[in-house]
């Protein structure tokens, strides 16, 4: 994908719209703490450092900070202790779980919350959880922002993740030049719950469209077409996508390493329809969809590729 | 859309790769017969007639000739005098129905066909009815296609159709000129029905598609996020499409001027759920979307256009 | 079922009330033909022969009269000569393509059509064929009633069937004594088509009616609960009904010995989504429900019993 | 519906049958708390008291104990008391934060309970929270049962509720004589957690035949049918049952006096769709059912009956 599409987004102002890479010049002025070092936040940190700021990094096991160590940023003991030593502290953890335990207790994240040290979790969490820390950020003092992404670990290794940010809009602009390193663009949603909630939409459409595809391409295999030629019609069309060419080789491959686990993606399908209820907005295409990537949970499919899903539907 | 990604598919090898625009060079070998001057024959016969190849034309209403002839067209009288004159005759009929009225009887298309004098069906058609046409045709000892198009209006005006051809190989050689004039690319799928089938499938896939976003994006809205920045991060994504980026927007303008019929699409829906149950391919998500186009009918939007299938959701 | 149960319908009164079994009471004044005997045929006519009323009876392969010709019928010799010969003539026939084969032709039923020779199609045919045939018997000055039936074998050798009637209204009541031999109850629908119209929708609705407890046991067993429990607790709620005492219990053993094929419940469940479309109606849950039934067909049980439609949820 | 289809169930044995109405006879040996006197509770009650059984209620709002006073009831003051005086105590209340209300804390149910004071929750909760409460009675030395039922307010006056009690056997057994009261059946169904599953799976199973009931019976109207006829059709076949004769004729006359309310329904289908990810078990129908139903409540429906379900699909 071209950077030169988000040029004309960016002329649409500034905070509503994406942020495109821009030379931030000087020395930081800044110093980031980032809590959570597994495959994203290991990689975003290191482009952090690498980048040339000032970082602080703490990982459950203290082993993985080493090689950030290599690349210059300094090893932090606890998480209250890195919060409260940086400017802005960025959390990338696996899951809603990891989130709470690093956030809480004596020595937790929140602790080292106050005016002066901001939290940003990049962590994907429900949107009702969001708001809990945010209320809990804010009341010791603190800024706040979801900032959860879209990508995996190449573009977080790349530095080109897309950053969906929600909460605190002074804290969204201090950030920018962390954001600026660590992703290809970053959008500012609003209130808090608007990042999380973006992320589920995003991922319910992108579930629905790969769904079409199988569905179509079955289809076209059982009633005597060749695969490859669909594939080469669709890329042909107004519909087609990198995500097409990528997804579609492995269906007719019929391998599926992973690289967004299907069972994930069914996880936020099934927030998603939650979401609906509580929205009021019923999902008939969508609620069929989660049923359908169950299904391929079922017969054995959950830790493949998303793509797997062709499995369960052929 | 670039030319260039199709050099790509190009390389595969002739006939069965996508053709890409060549210099045909030299004055054409052939006379063309076309029959059916509706919004696409026009724009296609015309595209024929421009490129300096021999050209006669027929339509039930005749007047819809005059353009034709200001370009140098001939205007034929009955359809089989234009078959029996031509080497090659392409048909761009409304419907089933007015395929079979033109080909039938004896001043129709298949009585002017035998040795020398071919029939192209680019009319869309399903599957059974091409394969009497094509049975018909190679009794007379003429040769057979089935050739329908994705695209509409513009595309067939300005010759960027993709054309899928399914019968006859060596008449898909020899038509090649012709192809190049109307078409960006056409595609030779095998045996008769597979061009029929190939449009099913790639329309199904397309529906499911834009349903996805439909439901995504009237979640997000009613959840509370803004409209545009939905897609904006979709844009950003693995599965950003030129599709989703005019079509989103006419769904958050409410408005939906028909570029393609939404009542076509839920035909196409249907036939899609019948040629499912032929081929032995239950469709779950497909299914569901076919139902929220049935509702898009009812609720009055069958004549606008296909993204109007947003109000039945909304 | 206990006949009292239609006592109180017979109290809405005749004509728009389901008509109980009367004592019809002294001889036949009527001869009947009966075309078709298959299974239901055979069953049908016997009833009426055992009853003192004089048939005629006809069979494609004409064997299968001998039975029947031992109960005091007649051999008919060809469609129209028993037409020609009877008051009103009854059809039983497979599908739509054998009800057009023995009506067409010199030989066929219609030609046997007049004032005074009546024709009441009981095979399942759709709307649009029967409207068709009622107009062909119109036309030749004889009177037209669709009567297709729910129920299958044992019904139709008890002579309880349900027979959805359907056209001439005199003809309904003509046809009376013979309606109360073969069926329990015969109602009277209106216009042509409703006959046809209103097995699919009770078909429909049973094939809804049957996945809700398949879909439902699943869940049960699948979660840890104990079939028969499942059984038993519906069985003392609001919706107890004897066919899921029937049908629960070939589930939970997994043996569908076929009363009714799970094929031509799917080829029903076709026909409905079909006439949805033609009449307006969006089925979300019969279209899934379709589905579900196809993926049995293809799983290879189309030729059990539609039960079996079990085998392809759990 | 007739108490004798019961005395089948019962020759499957004790505590694996149904229970049917025994003459308890002599005087109580046992006295009961029953905590919460809503709808339901005050009914249950009142049929505790009315046979005789010592009795202890209470109830948040102390008022509504007065009626049950006046039967020969006594008032507790607070949950932990009535526990602690009483062999066994019920509980039934409105949702799942009611009965953790009245468990909870100093003055709560489960402070009173011990050996020899038994706790009974015949609330609706899902199973993750009956298994924690079992947890807790079974560690402060007391037995526990789920005992959640099927009816409504009717069956609770009259004493025939269908009761699904799971958890210890031998308090299901000590609590014979008060269920007998209660309810006109009483199942045993095993490990806490059963019968709040079995009461979801029962529901849902409700909830798709009703749906496909709606469904059937819009395409019939649709398609020119006469409502009456269609239930009349139903009513004699193999699935006619007592709620399609009820809530029929609530559809045919559009209006939809809450006897269950609509809303609840579609939290019973949430419920069983996420039970149906946990348990492996897609449920393609009831998903669809349960996006239908979410319908019904965007559009206005939900504090409605059940049966409104109709206006979301017509």
């Known amino acids: 994908m071209d950077s030169g599409r988000f040029d004309v987004h960016s002329a649409n102002g500034y905070g509503q719209a994406w942020r495109t890479k821009t030379d931030t010049g000087g020395a930081p002025v800044t110093t980031y703490g ?20 000032e970082v602080v990094v703490w990982n459950r096991t203290p082993e993985k ?3 950030l160590v290599s690349l210059g940023a300094r090893r932090g003991e606890i998480p209250r202790e890195v919060v409260a030593t940086c400017d802005i502290t960025f959390a990338m953890l696996a899951d809603p779980a990891a989130v709470e335990a690093v956030c809480a207790g004596p020595d937790g994240a929140l602790a080292g919350v106050g005016s002066g040290h901001d939290f940003i979790n990049m962590s994907t969490v429900d949107d009702i959880t969001s708001c809990a820390i945010s209320d809990a950020v804010v009341e010791r ?3 706040f922002l979801e900032a ?13 993740l897309a950053i969906l940010a929600a909460g605190d809009e002074s804290l969204f ?39 079409a595809l199988c569905e179509g391409m079955a289809l076209g295999l059982k009633s005597g077409l060749d695969g490859e030629q669909v594939l080469q019609v669709i890329d042909a069309g107004a519909f ?49 969809v989660n049923e359908i990537f169950k299904r391929a949970r079922v017969t054995g499919h959950g830790d493949e590729d998303i793509s797997a899903v062709f499995e369960a539907i052929r």
């Open 141 to 143: 003092g603190g800024r």
């Open 65 to 67: 900070a080493a090689p």
């Open 240 to 288: 087609a996508n990198p995500m097409f060419r990528a997804k579609g080789r492995l269906m007719l491959d019929r391998n599926y390493p992973t690289s967004f686990p299907l069972k994930h993606t069914q996880k936020d399908l099934r927030l998603a329809v939650e979401l609906s209820e509580r929205s009021g907005q019923p999902l008939h295409c969508i609620a069929a």
């Open 34 to 53: 980032f809590l959570g070092l597994g495959i994203m936040g290991s990689a975003m940190a290191a482009n952090l450092a690498r980048s040339g700021f």
């Open 173 to 211: 602009e201090a950030a920018a030049p962390a954001f600026d390193v660590m992703g290809k663009t970053a959008l500012y949603l609003g209130a808090v719950g608007n990042g999380a909630r973006m992320k589920l939409v995003v991922n319910a459409i992108m579930s629905g469209v790969l769904t």
């Open 148 to 160: 959860p992404v879209t990508g995996t670990k190449q573009p977080a290794e790349e530095g080109t």
